[in-house]
């Protein structure tokens, strides 16, 4: 069955600085990969995705991931984190049933993001 | 153009009760699927509607349940409700149940049972 890993509860950076938040996933196939953020009483907003092609994916809000096969990762990295992106980001992989008639998202942990002034 | 939008936002139930929960997809959209995301964890796939059908289950109990009316809208029944069920259930919404269609998340209702 596949899984996903976010060693990281929680990351603290100053506003201003990089930012790197981890994933590590498990899945036989090609894997299908996302990153969600949400916000405190929000629904989850999708970030990127990588289905196939160049491993670095560009997303919104200036976020990047970058798909490494042999590491079996899926890391978001940002240059430059403002304040607004204090909240809850979720690494996830697709699964797509062989039937091809429906598939599922399995999620990480989280990790929550703190950005102080 | 409307988002997923789910209701009530908030509930409060007792053990043992039922309760029904419910989504309008994204304008457009024909395909619901719900999640649970229980407090400090990842949300934790319930199931999956598509053309009025259940298309795939997570590793839930029959006690949850689900429908998908003809305008793609779609109800979470849940029976014999346990203190573990408290949880902010998803929505989720999607063109077709291909994994390159992306999902769009309503903002959840929050269930608290006593």
């Known amino acids: 069955a596949q899984s996903v890993t976010q060693p990281d509860i929680h990351i603290t950076v100053s506003e201003g600085a990089s930012l790197e938040l981890r994933c590590n996933y498990s899945?036989?196939?090609?894997?299908?990969l996302f990153w969600y953020v949400q916000s405190p009483g929000q629904g989850l907003q999708l970030l990127l995705k990588?289905?196939?092609?160049?491993?670095l994916v560009q997303g919104i809000k200036g976020f990047e991931a970058e798909f490494k096969r042999s590491q079996s990762s899926f890391n978001l990295r940002k240059p430059s984190v403002h304040w607004s992106d204090a909240a809850e980001y979720f690494c996830?992989?697709?699964?797509?049933?062989?039937?091809?008639?429906?598939?599922?998202?399995?999620f990480g942990s989280g990790t929550q993001l703190t950005v102080l002034p | 153009d409307a988002g997923v939008t789910q209701s009530p936002t908030h509930l409060i139930k007792t053990r043992g009760q039922q309760v029904t929960l419910r989504c309008s997809p994204k304008?457009?959209?024909?395909?619901v699927s719900w999640y649970q995301q229980a407090l400090g964890q990842g949300p934790q796939f319930i199931f999956q509607?598509?053309?009025?059908?259940?298309?795939q289950r997570g590793n839930f109990p029959d006690r949850f349940s689900g429908h998908q009316f003809p305008n793609y809208s779609s109800e979470l029944n849940v029976n014999a409700l346990l203190l573990g069920d408290s949880a902010l259930y998803l929505c989720?919404?999607?063109?077709?149940?291909?994994?390159?269609?992306?999902?769009?998340f309503g903002n959840g209702t929050r269930l608290t049972v006593t």
């Open positions: 304008s457009g959209h024909d395909t």
């Open positions: 509607y598509y053309e009025e059908e259940e298309r």
């Open positions: 989720a919404s999607s063109l077709g149940s291909s994994v390159y269609s992306p999902l769009h």
């Open positions: 899945y036989g196939a090609t894997p299908y």
């Open positions: 990588y289905f196939s092609g160049d491993t």
């Open positions: 996830a992989v697709g699964v797509s049933i062989s039937s091809g008639s429906a598939r599922q998202l399995t």
